[in-house]
């Protein structure tokens, strides 16, 4: 690793972003990040903020000469920057890479997506990744590839169509799927900057469980049970009755959706 661990995360605000500034701060890297709020909390979190629209080749030219970082964690935003336009995202991901090799960056990770090659071309929402990750390579800069597969954020994600509620747990598909939590991305690639020679032009598939909806649900009712037992015990004896009722009626629920 590099003697200067300041590390400049991208989209420092959404789900990947933010938790993979949290994973490089315990990890021990200074960490500085992007958003375009100057109303922000990244403070709160110990994040440097750097208000900065990622997407205007100007502003991240200014975010990272201002800044002299030299370590980037890049990610390119379909949905919302790229306006859920696989050319835009492309296009994004080419001109960070422009810049990154223009402003002297040394490494850059890309915050890439698992199985891309395993979609068909009707699947938008991540294929583009696979030309920025070619642009990348061909780019000359030293690198590392991160590869998440979905995230088990999506489980509870209000903003965009699935809010958690009590008693249902819904997702995409019925289908067994690879998931991680998007804290792990950040672990994959704090290994990844602070081993840099091992690391440089390497790709790594970001996966933590293979899981249904259905194991999901079990599980979450297990913690239910769980949490209520010791709950009863730490406070009153009493509503352990109630608790294990209230859960046994949800796991009916639920059981009556599968
Ligand atoms: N969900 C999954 O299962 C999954 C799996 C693999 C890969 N991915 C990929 O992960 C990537 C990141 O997803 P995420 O869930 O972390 O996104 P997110 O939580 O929606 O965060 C979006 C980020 O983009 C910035 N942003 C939003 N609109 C913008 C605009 N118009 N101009 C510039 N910046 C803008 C926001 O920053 P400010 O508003 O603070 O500026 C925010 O930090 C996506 O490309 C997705 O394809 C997702």
Redesign the pocket.
């Known amino acids: 690793m590099s003697t200067d661990n300041r590390v400049l995360v991208l ?7 933010k938790n993979v500034c949290i994973a490089l701060k315990e990890k021990g890297f200074d960490v500085y990040g992007t ?3 100057a109303k ?1 909390n990244l403070e709160a979190k110990g994040i440097k903020p750097v208000v900065c ?3 205007d080749k100007t502003s991240l030219t200014q975010a990272l000469t201002s800044t002299g970082i030299k370590q980037v964690f890049m ?7 790229a306006k859920s336009k696989k050319a835009l995202e492309i296009e994004q991901g080419k001109m960070i890479v422009d810049c990154c090799k223009e402003c002297g960056v040394t490494f850059v990770i890309y ?1 890439s ?2 199985d891309l090659e395993s979609f068909n071309d009707k699947v938008h ?2 294929k583009g990744k696979i030309d920025v990750e070619n642009y990348l390579k061909a780019s000359g800069l030293r690198f590392g590839i991160v590869r ?4 088990f954020e ?1 489980l509870d994600d209000p ?1 965009n169509w699935n809010p958690l509620k009590k008693g249902s747990v819904k997702f995409l598909t019925e289908c067994k799927v690879s998931m991680c939590a ?1 804290i792990d991305i950040g672990k994959a690639a704090a290994v990844m900057f602070q081993n840099q020679e091992e690391w440089n032009g390497k790709t790594v598939d970001v996966a933590s469980w293979k899981v249904g909806i259905v194991d999901i649900y079990d599980i979450m009712i297990m913690i239910i049970l769980l949490s209520t037992f010791i709950y009863s015990f730490i406070y009153e004896y009493h509503y352990f009755e109630i608790y294990i009722y209230r859960a046994i009626f949800m796991s009916w629920l639920q059981l009556g959706k599968r």
């Open positions: 989209c420092a605000t959404g789900k990947v972003g958003t375009r709020n922000n629209n990622y997407i990610i390119t935003d379909y949905f919302l920057a915050s997506a698992g929402h991540i998440p597969v979905a995230f999506n903003a998007t």
